[in-house]
C-alpha cells in the first residue's frame, strides 16, 4: 500500500511522521532552511521508508526585483537537491517564468537561470513541422559539443551555417566573454549583431558533454505580414532536440522586419538571455536565410528551465516541467508509485486576480491536482473544489485505487498555443434575454392612412350615437340622409351604409391617455374617404400609437421564515385581465417583483409581464401573459354577432389547445381573432374541460412538490372583468412546518462546514472522520465513526 | 481492583461524559472469570453497589463503562456487567479529529440555506396575499376617455 500525506503536512523529523499543523506564511526573509519554516506540503509518495515530499513554500523576495516567489522544492529532511521557483511580479501583474535552484549541501542554493521578464509565446512542442516539406529553405542547427576529454567538437548538421567561431570562443561567447557575429556560409554576413547576455556562468560546469544550443521563440513581424511568410519547426523535450528551425520568404515589394521575440523584449531560454533580435528580410523574391539558432537539451543539461505560464497550465510544456519535477518529488521508480503534486488554485491562476500572493492557503480553498501514472504522463485534474473534500480521499488513497483513481483525472490534453482564459462569469451589465421592461416603440403610430383611432369619453360617445341614430324622422330620411348621405360640410354623397367605416369600439379599464400618448381634446372626427370624408363634429381625442404601456407596480417579496424554507414556497401572481402564473420562489425570494402591461390597442389585447430584480442585483422575467384588457362593445348587430363570436370561439379554441397543446402565442393584431391565447386563458377556461383532466393536468404541473395544487385562478372577458381585481397580487402559501421546540437539540440542522471535533458543541453529526488516529482497535474506531456519524453531543 | 461508579443522566451520545458522573464513589471489585476488557463482568460486594448506579470509571485500563445487567449471586456478591463507552474513553483523541459537520444543534454553524430533509410538513397550508403597490386600473368612466373608436381613414395625425 502506497499512503499519500498531503497538505498541510509538515514533517517533523524528531517525530519522524507528518502531522497536520497550522502555520501562517511570513511574508518577507531570505531563504534558508531555517526560515523556510512555512512550507505547503505538495503530494508525496513514500520512498521506501523515507517519504520525500515536494514542498511548496511561498515568501517574498527582494534583490532579484521579484515580488513573490513560490518554490517547489524536495524536502527530506536531507540535503535538498533541487527547487523549482515561480516568482509574481507585481509591476506587471504576472507570472513570470520559472527557473531551477539546485544545491548540494541545503545551505546555498545557486539558480540555474535567470528569471524572464516577460513571456513570450512558446512554441508547443507538438507543433513540429516537417520542414522537408514546407517548400521553404531552411536551416539546420549548428552545434558545438563539449566532450568529457574537454574538447569541443562541432555537431552541426548539414552545414548549411556554421559559426565563424571555433569551439573555444563558443565558450567564451556563452561565457559571457564575447559577443558574436554569425555568418551565413557561402552568404553574407547577417547585418545584426547577436549580442547576447547570458547567466549562463551561474551553472557551474561539471565537466560532463553537453551540446550547445541557441533557440529562439516567438517572432513578430511588420512590414507586409501577409506576404512575409514564417515557419518555425522543431520543438523540445526529452524526445526531441531542442531546437528551432526557421526560415523566412519576404514576396513582398517591400521589406518585412522580423523580431526574433514575440514582446520585443529580452527573452530567455535556458539561462541565455538575449536582446530582441531584428532582421529586415529583403524584398527580393529570392527566399533568404535569417537566422540561426542554437539551444540547450534538457538531456545535456538537467537543470534546465522550463517557462512556466499560468495560463498555459495544462499545455505539454507543464507536462515537461511536471515531469521534472515529479523526478524531484521522489526518486523511487515510477513503475511503484504514483506521484501527485497539489496547487492551490490562487497560486496559479492568471494573476490578474491576484494582488498578492496570499499568506496562507487552507483546507477550503481549491486546489488542482496533478497525478502522473506510472509512465510518468501527467493527468491533470479539474478543479477539485474545497480541499476540505479531497483530503480525506487523499488520505486513504491507495494504490490500486480506491477512492482515487486515474479515473478521477482528466487525460493531459493540448491546449491550442494561445493562452486560453480562464471561464468568468458575465458581469451583470451583461445582463441580458430576460430582464426585458417593456418599452412603447415610438413612432408605431396611427399614421398609417387607413385607420384612426379616437379616445372618447362617455358622454361623447353617447352624442356620437345620436349623430347616427337619431334625429331622423322616418326611413326615407334615414336613406336620404345616411345611407345616400350627403356631407353637410363638403357636400359629398356616400352611397354606402356609414357604418362601414366603423372598425371596432372597446372599453378600456383605465384612461386611454394612462397607456398611451393622445392629442389633445375637442377633436373633429373624419370617415371615410380623405378626399371626402364624413365630417362630424365631436371632442375627440386621438390615440397616437398602437401599442401603450402601463406600470402596473412593484412588490418587496417578503421572507416568510427568513432560511431554505422560503425557497420551495408556491408563489402565483394574479395579473388583472390576464390571470396567474406561477412563480419560482427560488427565483423571487428576498427581491422585487415589478408588473408591466402592454397593449395593442387594434385588439385590445394585452401582454403582462413580471419582471424581478433578484437579490444578487440581476433583473430577470419571471412571467408573462396574455390577456385581454379592451372589452368589446357592439355597435351594430353585425358587429355584435362578431363580438361574441370571437368571445365564444375563443373558449372552443381554447379547449382544444388545452389538449392538445396551444400552438401560438398571442400576438399583435389578429390575436383576438385566432383565439390561440396562451398561458392564464388556457387556464382560466379549465372549468370548460372535464374535472378529471383538468385535476390531472394541473398535478402534472406541479409536480410532486403539492399534493394540493395551487388556485389557478381565472381572468374574465369584457366587461365582466371589470369587476375583478383591479390590483396585481401575490400568493402565497406554506406547509405549516411541526417542529418540536427541541428539534435543534434531537436533530440538528444541515451544516456545510469542515471542523475540527472539539470545536463543536451541542448536538453535531460528522461524516469523513479519520480515526485512525484513536489509538485502539478496529472495533472501537468504527464505534467512534459510527457514533460520529449518528450523532454526538459535545 | 477498584473503580469509579456512579451515575450519569446524560445522553448516551454525549461525547465526553467523564465530568457528569454523579455520585461517584470508589468501589472495589474483582473481575469475574476470563472477560472481554469491552465487557468486562465486576464481581463485587453487593453492599457496595447502588442500584443507580450507571456508569463507572476504571483507573488501571483508562476506560470507561456503562453498567447493566446486575446478577446477584448469593446474596453477599453481585455482577455487573460493563459495556465499554468508546466515545467517553477516547473523548481527548475524538476532540482533536477533523471531520465535516452535517449537523448541529450550534444555528452559528448551521447553514439555513440548505435543505433539511428532517424537518416535517403538515399538509395544511397557509395562504398569504400580497398586492402590488398600485393599480392603474382605477379609471372613472363616467369623465375618463376610456373608449377607443377606431375608424376607416379619419382625420389621423
Same mark, same amino acid.
Given at each position: 500500500?502506497?499512503?499519500?500525506?498531503?497538505?498541510?503536512?509538515?514533517?517533523?523529523?524528531?517525530?519522524?511522521?507528518?502531522?497536520?499543523?497550522?502555520?501562517?506564511?511570513?511574508?518577507?526573509?531570505?531563504?534558508?532552511?531555517?526560515?523556510?519554516?512555512?512550507?505547503?506540503?505538495?503530494?508525496?509518495? #513514500?520512498?521506501?521508508?523515507?517519504?520525500?515530499?515536494?514542498?511548496?513554500?511561498?515568501?517574498?523576495?527582494?534583490?532579484?526585483?521579484?515580488?513573490?516567489?513560490?518554490?517547489?522544492?524536495?524536502?527530506?529532511?536531507?540535503?535538498?537537491?533541487?527547487?523549482?521557483?515561480?516568482?509574481?511580479?507585481?509591476?506587471?501583474?504576472?507570472?513570470?517564468?520559472?527557473?531551477?535552484?539546485?544545491?548540494?549541501?541545503?545551505?546555498?542554493?545557486?539558480?540555474?537561470?535567470?528569471?524572464?521578464?516577460?513571456?513570450?509565446?512558446?512554441?508547443?512542442?507538438?507543433?513540429?513541422?516537417?520542414?522537408?516539406?514546407?517548400?521553404?529553405?531552411?536551416?539546420?542547427?549548428?552545434?558545438?559539443?563539449?566532450?568529457?576529454?574537454?574538447?569541443?567538437?562541432?555537431?552541426?548538421?548539414?552545414?548549411?551555417?556554421?559559426?565563424?567561431?571555433?569551439?573555444?570562443?563558443?565558450?567564451?561567447?556563452?561565457? $559571457?566573454?564575447?559577443?558574436?557575429?554569425?555568418?551565413?556560409?557561402?552568404?553574407?554576413?547577417? @547585418?545584426?549583431?547577436?549580442?547576447?547576455?547570458?547567466?549562463?556562468?551561474?551553472?557551474?560546469?561539471?565537466?560532463?558533454?553537453?551540446?550547445?544550443?541557441?533557440?529562439?521563440?516567438?517572432?513578430?513581424?511588420?512590414?507586409?505580414?501577409?506576404?512575409?511568410?514564417?515557419?518555425?519547426?522543431?520543438?523540445?523535450?526529452?524526445?526531441?532536440?531542442?531546437?528551432?528551425?526557421?526560415?523566412?520568404?519576404?514576396?513582398?515589394?517591400?521589406?518585412?522586419? &522580423?523580431?526574433?521575440?514575440?514582446?520585443?523584449?529580452?527573452?530567455?531560454?535556458?539561462?541565455? /538571455?538575449?536582446? /530582441?533580435?531584428?532582421?529586415?528580410?529583403?524584398?527580393?523574391?529570392?527566399?533568404?536565410?535569417?537566422?540561426?539558432?542554437?539551444?540547450?537539451?534538457?538531456?545535456?543539461?538537467?537543470?534546465?528551465?522550463?517557462?512556466?505560464?499560468?495560463?498555459?497550465?495544462?499545455?505539454?510544456?507543464?507536462?515537461?516541467?511536471?515531469?521534472?519535477?515529479? +523526478? &524531484?518529488?521522489?526518486?523511487?521508480?515510477?513503475?511503484?508509485?504514483?506521484?501527485?503534486?497539489?496547487? #492551490?488554485?490562487?497560486?496559479?491562476?492568471?494573476?490578474?486576480?491576484?494582488?498578492?500572493? #496570499?499568506?496562507?492557503?487552507?483546507?477550503?480553498?481549491?486546489?488542482?491536482?496533478?497525478?502522473?501514472?506510472?509512465?510518468?504522463?501527467?493527468?491533470?485534474?479539474?478543479?477539485?473544489?474545497?480541499?476540505?473534500?479531497?483530503?480525506?480521499?487523499?488520505?486513504?488513497?491507495?494504490?490500486?485505487?480506491?477512492?482515487?483513481?486515474?479515473?478521477?483525472?482528466?487525460?493531459?490534453?493540448?491546449?491550442?498555443?494561445?493562452?486560453?482564459?480562464?471561464?468568468?462569469?458575465?458581469?451583470?451589465?451583461?445582463?441580458?434575454? @430576460? @430582464?426585458?421592461?417593456? +418599452?412603447?416603440?415610438?413612432?408605431?403610430?396611427?399614421? /398609417?392612412?387607413?385607420?384612426?383611432?379616437?379616445?372618447?369619453?362617455?358622454?361623447?360617445?353617447?352624442?356620437?350615437?345620436?349623430?347616427?341614430?337619431?334625429?331622423?324622422?322616418?326611413?326615407?330620411?334615414?336613406?336620404?340622409?345616411?345611407?345616400?348621405?350627403?356631407?353637410?360640410?363638403?357636400?359629398?354623397?356616400?352611397?354606402?351604409?356609414?357604418?362601414?367605416?366603423?372598425?371596432?369600439?372597446?372599453?378600456?379599464?383605465?384612461?386611454?391617455?394612462?397607456?398611451?400618448?393622445?392629442?389633445?381634446?375637442?377633436?373633429?372626427?373624419?370617415?371615410?374617404?380623405?378626399?371626402?370624408?364624413?365630417?362630424?363634429?365631436?371632442?375627440?381625442?386621438?390615440?397616437?400609437?398602437?401599442?401603450?404601456?402601463?406600470?402596473?407596480?412593484?412588490?418587496?417579496?417578503?421572507?416568510?421564515?427568513?432560511?431554505?424554507?422560503?425557497?420551495?414556497?408556491?408563489?402565483?401572481?394574479?395579473? #388583472?385581465?390576464?390571470?396567474?402564473?406561477?412563480?419560482?420562489?427560488?427565483?423571487?425570494?428576498? $427581491?422585487?417583483?415589478?408588473?408591466?402591461?402592454?397593449?395593442?390597442?387594434?385588439?385590445?389585447?394585452?401582454?403582462?409581464?413580471?419582471?424581478?430584480?433578484?437579490?444578487?442585483?440581476?433583473?430577470?422575467?419571471?412571467?408573462?401573459?396574455?390577456?385581454?384588457?379592451?372589452?368589446?362593445?357592439?355597435?351594430?348587430?353585425?358587429?355584435?354577432?362578431?363580438?361574441?363570436?370571437?368571445?365564444?370561439?375563443?373558449?372552443?379554441?381554447?379547449?382544444?389547445?388545452?389538449?392538445?397543446?396551444?400552438?401560438?402565442?398571442?400576438?399583435?393584431?389578429?390575436?383576438?381573432?385566432?383565439?390561440?391565447?396562451?398561458?392564464?386563458?388556457?387556464?382560466?377556461?379549465?372549468?370548460?374541460?372535464?374535472?378529471?383532466?383538468?385535476?390531472?393536468?394541473?398535478?402534472?404541473?406541479?409536480?410532486?412538490?403539492?399534493?394540493?395544487?395551487?388556485?389557478?385562478?381565472?381572468?374574465?372577458?369584457?366587461?365582466?372583468?371589470?369587476?375583478?381585481?383591479?390590483?396585481?397580487?401575490?400568493?402565497?402559501?406554506?406547509?405549516?412546518?411541526?417542529?418540536?421546540?427541541?428539534?435543534?437539540?434531537?436533530?440538528?440542522?444541515?451544516?456545510?462546514?469542515?471542523?475540527?471535533?472539539?470545536?463543536?458543541?451541542?448536538?453535531?453529526?460528522?461524516?469523513?472522520?479519520?480515526?485512525?488516529? &484513536?489509538?485502539?482497535?478496529?472495533? @472501537?474506531?468504527?464505534?467512534?465513526?459510527?457514533?460520529?456519524?449518528?450523532?454526538?453531543?459535545? | 481492583?477498584?473503580?469509579?461508579?456512579?451515575?450519569?443522566?446524560?445522553?448516551?451520545?454525549?461525547?465526553?461524559?467523564?465530568?457528569?458522573?454523579?455520585?461517584?464513589?470508589?468501589?472495589?471489585?474483582?473481575?469475574?472469570?476470563? *472477560?472481554?476488557?469491552?465487557?468486562?463482568?465486576?464481581?463485587?460486594?453487593?453492599?457496595?453497589?447502588?442500584?443507580?448506579?450507571?456508569?463507572?470509571?476504571?483507573?488501571?485500563?483508562?476506560?470507561?463503562?456503562?453498567?447493566?445487567?446486575?446478577?446477584?449471586?448469593?446474596?453477599?456478591? *453481585?455482577?455487573?456487567?460493563?459495556?465499554?463507552?468508546?466515545?467517553?474513553?477516547?473523548?481527548?483523541?475524538?476532540?482533536?479529529?477533523?471531520?465535516?459537520?452535517?449537523?448541529?444543534?450550534?444555528? =452559528?454553524?448551521?447553514?439555513?440555506?440548505?435543505?433539511?430533509?428532517?424537518?416535517?410538513?403538515?399538509?395544511?397550508?397557509?395562504?398569504?396575499?400580497?398586492?402590488?403597490?398600485?393599480?392603474?386600473?382605477? =379609471?372613472?368612466?363616467?369623465?375618463? =376617455?376610456?373608449?377607443?373608436?377606431?375608424?376607416?381613414?379619419?382625420?389621423?395625425?
Amino acid at each position: 500500500m502506497i499512503k499519500a500525506d498531503f497538505y498541510p503536512t509538515r514533517y517533523t523529523a524528531t517525530a519522524g511522521k507528518y502531522t497536520d499543523e497550522a502555520f501562517t506564511i511570513a511574508n518577507s526573509g531570505e531563504y534558508t532552511p531555517e526560515n523556510f519554516a512555512n512550507p505547503y506540503m505538495m503530494g508525496y509518495i #513514500p520512498a521506501g521508508e523515507v517519504p520525500v515530499p515536494l514542498i511548496l513554500s511561498n515568501w517574498t523576495v527582494d534583490g532579484d526585483g521579484e515580488d513573490r516567489v513560490i518554490h517547489f522544492r524536495r524536502a527530506n529532511n536531507e540535503n535538498m537537491l533541487w527547487g523549482l521557483s515561480m516568482a509574481y511580479v507585481s509591476n506587471n501583474s504576472s507570472w513570470d517564468g520559472a527557473h531551477f535552484y539546485y544545491s548540494s549541501n541545503d545551505a546555498t542554493w545557486k539558480r540555474v537561470t535567470g528569471l524572464t521578464t516577460r513571456f513570450s509565446y512558446f512554441i508547443n512542442e507538438t507543433e513540429v513541422i516537417n520542414y522537408q516539406n514546407s517548400g521553404y529553405y531552411t536551416i539546420s542547427y549548428v552545434s558545438v559539443k563539449h566532450n568529457q576529454d574537454g574538447t569541443w567538437s562541432d555537431n552541426t548538421i548539414n552545414n548549411l551555417f556554421k559559426i565563424s567561431k571555433n569551439a573555444e570562443e563558443i565558450r567564451k561567447f556563452i561565457a $559571457g566573454e564575447e559577443n558574436w557575429t554569425l555568418q551565413i556560409a557561402g552568404q553574407n554576413t547577417l @547585418d545584426v549583431n547577436y549580442s547576447m547576455v547570458n547567466d549562463y556562468g551561474m551553472l557551474e560546469y561539471d565537466g560532463g558533454d553537453y551540446t550547445i544550443y541557441f533557440c529562439f521563440y516567438g517572432f513578430t513581424q511588420s512590414g507586409a505580414p501577409s506576404s512575409c511568410a514564417l515557419s518555425v519547426t522543431g520543438g523540445r523535450g526529452s524526445s526531441l532536440t531542442p531546437f528551432f528551425k526557421f526560415s523566412a520568404t519576404n514576396t513582398n515589394t517591400q521589406d518585412a522586419t &522580423i523580431c526574433f521575440t514575440a514582446s520585443n523584449a529580452p527573452g530567455e531560454f535556458n539561462g541565455i /538571455t538575449y536582446n /530582441t533580435i531584428t532582421h529586415t528580410i529583403s524584398s527580393s523574391l529570392q527566399p533568404k536565410y535569417n537566422g540561426m539558432f542554437l539551444g540547450i537539451t534538457d538531456s545535456d543539461l538537467p537543470e534546465s528551465e522550463i517557462p512556466y505560464d499560468p495560463n498555459r497550465y495544462k499545455s505539454n510544456v507543464y507536462k515537461q516541467f511536471f515531469m521534472y519535477a515529479s +523526478n &524531484i518529488i521522489s526518486a523511487i521508480p515510477l513503475t511503484e508509485a504514483y506521484k501527485y503534486i497539489c496547487i #492551490p488554485n490562487k497560486f496559479y491562476k492568471n494573476a490578474t486576480s491576484m494582488s498578492n500572493v #496570499p499568506a496562507s492557503a487552507s483546507y477550503n480553498e481549491n486546489y488542482t491536482v496533478a497525478l502522473f501514472d506510472k509512465s510518468n504522463k501527467p493527468l491533470w485534474t479539474r478543479a477539485t473544489g474545497s480541499f476540505a473534500s479531497l483530503l480525506p480521499k487523499l488520505q486513504i488513497w491507495q494504490y490500486p485505487g480506491t477512492d482515487i483513481s486515474e479515473n478521477d483525472f482528466d487525460p493531459g490534453h493540448i491546449i491550442p498555443p494561445s493562452p486560453r482564459p480562464d471561464p468568468v462569469p458575465p458581469d451583470d451589465d451583461e445582463n441580458g434575454g @430576460d @430582464d426585458y421592461e417593456p +418599452n412603447d416603440p415610438a413612432g408605431l403610430g396611427v399614421g /398609417t392612412g387607413f385607420t384612426t383611432m379616437y379616445a372618447i369619453r362617455s358622454a361623447h360617445l353617447r352624442e356620437l350615437g345620436n349623430k347616427l341614430w337619431t334625429g331622423f324622422t322616418d326611413i326615407n330620411d334615414y336613406i336620404n340622409n345616411f345611407i345616400f348621405a350627403v356631407d353637410p360640410n363638403t357636400g359629398s354623397v356616400n352611397f354606402a351604409d356609414i357604418m362601414q367605416f366603423f372598425i371596432s369600439l372597446r372599453a378600456y379599464p383605465c384612461p386611454i391617455s394612462a397607456m398611451t400618448s393622445t392629442s389633445a381634446g375637442g377633436q373633429d372626427m373624419y370617415i371615410g374617404s380623405g378626399a371626402a370624408p364624413i365630417h362630424l363634429n365631436t371632442n375627440f381625442s386621438i390615440v397616437d400609437e398602437y401599442i401603450g404601456t402601463i406600470n402596473a407596480g412593484e412588490l418587496e417579496v417578503p421572507f416568510w421564515f427568513g432560511d431554505y424554507r422560503d425557497y420551495s414556497l408556491e408563489c402565483i401572481v394574479y395579473l #388583472p385581465y390576464c390571470g396567474t402564473a406561477e412563480l419560482n420562489a427560488a427565483d423571487i425570494m428576498g $427581491g422585487k417583483l415589478s408588473a408591466f402591461y402592454t397593449v395593442d390597442f387594434c385588439t385590445g389585447a394585452c401582454m403582462a409581464y413580471v419582471l424581478c430584480d433578484t437579490w444578487d442585483g440581476t433583473r430577470i422575467r419571471v412571467a408573462s401573459l396574455s390577456g385581454q384588457l379592451g372589452a368589446d362593445l357592439p355597435m351594430t348587430a353585425t358587429n355584435a354577432g362578431q363580438v361574441a363570436a370571437r368571445m365564444y370561439g375563443d373558449r372552443i379554441n381554447v379547449a382544444e389547445n388545452i389538449l392538445g397543446g396551444v400552438k401560438s402565442a398571442v400576438t399583435g393584431i389578429g390575436a383576438v381573432a385566432s383565439g390561440n391565447f396562451a398561458g392564464a386563458v388556457r387556464q382560466g377556461f379549465d372549468a370548460f374541460i372535464s374535472p378529471a383532466l383538468n385535476e390531472e393536468r394541473l398535478k402534472s404541473q406541479m409536480g410532486t412538490r403539492s399534493a394540493i395544487a395551487a388556485p389557478m385562478l381565472s381572468a374574465g372577458r369584457g366587461l365582466a372583468s371589470f369587476t375583478d381585481a383591479k390590483t396585481v397580487f401575490l400568493q402565497i402559501r406554506s406547509p405549516i412546518y411541526a417542529a418540536p421546540s427541541n428539534y435543534n437539540a434531537a436533530v440538528g440542522q444541515p451544516a456545510t462546514d469542515a471542523v475540527t471535533i472539539g470545536d463543536c458543541s451541542g448536538f453535531c453529526q460528522f461524516i469523513n472522520v479519520d480515526v485512525s488516529g &484513536i489509538t485502539t482497535d478496529a472495533e @472501537d474506531q468504527r464505534a467512534i465513526r459510527q457514533a460520529l456519524e449518528s450523532g454526538v453531543i459535545i | 481492583m477498584q473503580i469509579e461508579i456512579g451515575t450519569v443522566d446524560a445522553d448516551p451520545r454525549t461525547l465526553d461524559k467523564s465530568g457528569l458522573m454523579r455520585n461517584v464513589r470508589p468501589l472495589q471489585v474483582q473481575i469475574d472469570k476470563n *472477560c472481554n476488557i469491552k465487557k468486562p463482568v465486576f464481581l463485587l460486594d453487593i453492599s457496595g453497589y447502588n442500584t443507580a448506579a450507571n456508569y463507572c470509571y476504571v483507573r488501571g485500563w483508562n476506560a470507561y463503562y456503562f453498567l447493566s445487567e446486575p446478577v446477584v449471586m448469593d446474596g453477599v456478591r *453481585c455482577t455487573v456487567t460493563g459495556t465499554l463507552d468508546p466515545l467517553t474513553t477516547y473523548a481527548d483523541g475524538i476532540k482533536n479529529l477533523t471531520g465535516y459537520l452535517v449537523r448541529t444543534e450550534d444555528t =452559528a454553524r448551521s447553514n439555513k440555506f440548505v435543505h433539511d430533509p428532517h424537518m416535517p410538513a403538515q399538509e395544511n397550508r397557509k395562504c398569504r396575499s400580497y398586492d402590488f403597490n398600485r393599480s392603474p386600473f382605477t =379609471a372613472n368612466y363616467a369623465n375618463d =376617455a376610456v373608449y377607443i373608436l377606431t375608424v376607416i381613414g379619419g382625420n389621423h395625425s
